[in-house]
């Protein structure tokens, strides 16, 4: 009885292959997720400079293009051309607003993000700075173009970035997980066989291995059995 306690006791322990194939999995993850989540920072940081580039340029040329029309008072000129760039679609606020603060233009659009999971909207969250420009009239600030990008097309580029970024490192980590359980069986394959040799040297059985193990620390094991 007591032999029989012992064996289901030894039974329950986990085998040591068991054992390495859990911690080199954890570690596989460990580094899935932080590669994954280095790249999507670093991709999101690059889409926030982006997006603040995009407004300061695009603030910066159309004062150079209104500064004349300004300066003429031509209102309509100056809304067509505001319309012009607004209605591309890449922008969620345009607006011209003089110097003692009084608005001339303003267009604003609803800020809405198709294609892009709202949880992820939420998890990462995109910066719009807002691009500045100065319209001067002679010597004098008349007034100033505020410029904001619509982050729903970094939001879509980052999300697609993201999802091929998973699926590449999900199967980089499936196809290293095979290899590695692979070679681990066959590499502790002689360690099952020392294993039945001490069991049977218990039995007061001594069999020999013809084949030595090729890992140095179980052939002196085997040899000295």
Known sequence: PKQNTQAEKENKIMPLSRQLIIIILLLFIMVFIGTLGVSVSNTRDYLNSQ??????????????????????????????????????????????????????????????????????????????????????????????????????????????NSVETFWWFLLSFVIAAVVFVVLLRIILTPLAQVEEQALAITRREFPVMGKLPWTRELRRVVMAM
Request: proline share 6%.
């Open 51 to 160: 997006l603040e580039s995009h407004a300061q340029d695009t603030a910066s040329s159309l004062g150079l293009s209104l500064t004349p029309h300004l300066l003429k008072e031509d209102l309509p000129i100056m809304i067509s051309m505001v319309d012009a760039i607004f209605d591309r679609g890449y922008y969620s606020e345009i607006k011209v607003i003089a110097i003692d603060g009084a608005p001339m233009i303003e267009r604003v659009a609803s800020v809405s993000i198709e294609g892009v999971p709202p949880w992820f909207i939420k998890f990462i969250s995109l910066q719009t700075p807002e691009g500045l420009s100065t319209i001067s009239a002679g010597w004098n600030q008349a007034a100033k173009v505020h410029v904001r990008s619509h982050p729903g097309y970094a939001y879509l580029d980052l999300w697609r």
